[in-house]
């Protein structure tokens, strides 16, 4: 009878320790799932801040064509350039967010795995 005890305490602490690796497992899953998701929420806030920024300078612009002498081909070019920059800038705010984008589908992608797979 303490054979067959000793036996079913050791299938015990072996389950007990696969379960504390499964949990552990998930424990850091959980802690880098949600350094993805404030990482990428602070990354959207900022290209937010950006393109409203860049929008308040269009807006800004737009109205004072007048001033800018956009009638002339000087002030004329000079606007085409200053749209120009403001298209290059947007740009470059969505492929920064394309590219993060990106880089957190695949951390997330590897995440789920780690939910998904037994610990050994």
Same mark, same amino acid.
């Given at each position: 009878?303490?054979?067959?005890?000793?036996?079913?305490?050791?299938?015990?602490?072996?389950?007990?320790?696969?379960?504390?690796?499964?949990?552990?497992?998930? &424990?850091?899953?959980?802690?880098?799932?949600?350094?993805?998701? =404030?990482?990428?929420? &602070?990354?959207?806030?900022?290209?937010?801040?950006?393109?409203?920024?860049?929008?308040?300078?269009?807006?800004? =612009?737009?109205?004072?064509?007048?001033?800018?002498?956009?009638?002339?081909?000087?002030? =004329?070019?000079?606007?085409?350039?200053?749209?120009?920059? *403001?298209?290059?800038?947007?740009?470059?705010?969505?492929?920064?967010?394309?590219?993060?984008?990106? =880089?957190?589908?695949?951390?997330? *992608?590897?995440?789920?795995?780690?939910?998904?797979?037994?610990?050994?």
């Amino acid at each position: 009878m303490s054979e067959q005890a000793g036996s079913l305490v050791a299938v015990i602490q072996e389950r007990q320790a696969l379960l504390a690796r499964q949990h552990d497992a998930v &424990a850091e899953a959980d802690r880098e799932l949600a350094d993805v998701l =404030a990482s990428a929420h &602070a990354a959207m806030r900022e290209s937010v801040r950006r393109l409203d920024a860049i929008a308040a300078e269009l807006d800004r =612009a737009v109205p004072d064509q007048d001033q800018l002498a956009v009638d002339t081909p000087m002030g =004329a070019r000079e606007f085409q350039t200053f749209l120009v920059a *403001k298209q290059r800038e947007i740009v470059a705010v969505v492929a920064a967010a394309h590219e993060l984008d990106r =880089a957190k589908s695949a951390v997330l *992608k590897r995440l789920r795995a780690q939910y998904t797979e037994p610990a050994r």
